[in-house]
């Protein structure tokens, strides 16, 4: 409210009120202690350690349905090259959620292979 002018507020009627001097103040300052909300402030976790004095409760909480993380996924997937899973030799980004449920179970090829060779290997000691 303080950075918005269209906001008539009284502290501000003479001069700078000391909420907004509180805020000039913190940015010389290496460690801030403060309320989880103002993690959400780039000006305020910006080059400094910011420690929370408060339990966080929901300030970092959002709930999502199934159908929602499904969505969300695969929209972050389609919009990524940045994961890969290995098939016939070459890399190629996982682009379904699919996909990432099979690489989930299976690793990469090269797990799965590792995974039968010790297999066979067990049973064939085991005999």
Not at 69 to 98: A, C, H, M, R
Request: charged residues 30%; negative net charge; proline residues 5%.
């Amino acid at each position: 409210m303080h950075a918005d002018p269209s906001y008539d507020l009284p502290c501000m009627h003479d001069g700078q009120c000391e909420y907004v001097s509180g805020w000039e103040d913190c940015r010389t300052h290496r460690i801030l202690v403060g309320h989880p909300t103002h993690a959400y402030i780039p000006e305020v976790t910006r080059d400094r350690i910011v420690v929370f004095d408060e339990d966080p409760g929901e300030a970092f909480r959002m709930d999502f349905d199934s159908n929602e993380v499904y969505q969300l996924v695969s929209e972050y997937l389609n919009e990524t090259q940045e994961i890969t899973w290995e098939t016939d030799g070459s890399e190629q980004p996982i682009k379904t959620v699919d996909q990432l449920r099979n690489y989930r179970q299976f690793g990469s090829t090269e797990e799965v292979e590792q995974t039968i060779v010790t297999s066979q290997t067990s049973r064939e000691n085991a005999v």
